[in-house]
């Protein structure tokens, strides 16, 4: 069964940095799409970025383009989130997904996920 645990957040001043990790086991990491997600309170997941399994292409949401980079290490079976210049905005828990279905990658339907680590910016 795959398995993703996500590391790295915690509470920042607007226009600092994180980076994310997510830890990914019990497939063939190069099979998997991979995403990142946050949530805030009463909220749905919204998609955030994803690299695809095969070649490593990264995609983004408009609302983090150009702030956030989304990264592979093959070798250590790792999915990072460089997140610069944060808005107390980007405040959210955010989750890590995984899906063989690369259509399903960039919706909260992803087949696997993590869980969670609390991103907070403070103003």
């Known amino acids: 069964q795959v398995q993703l645990v996500e590391s790295g957040g915690g509470l920042v001043q607007a226009g600092a940095s994180l980076r994310l990790s997510c830890a990914f086991s019990g497939g063939t990491f190069s099979r998997y799409a991979k995403a990142w997600f946050r949530q805030s309170p009463g909220k749905e997941r919204e998609y955030v970025a994803h690299i695809t399994g095969n070649d490593g292409v990264p995609y983004y949401a408009d609302s983090v383009k150009g702030r956030f980079t989304i990264s592979r290490d093959s070798a250590k079976n790792t999915v990072y989130l460089q997140m610069n210049s944060l808005k107390p905005e980007d405040t959210a828990v955010y989750y890590c997904?995984?899906?063989?279905?690369?259509?399903?990658?960039?919706?909260?339907?992803?087949?696997?996920w993590g869980q969670g680590t609390q991103v907070t910016v403070s103003s």
């Open positions: 997904a995984a899906d063989l279905n690369w259509g399903r990658i960039t919706t909260p339907r992803s087949a696997y």
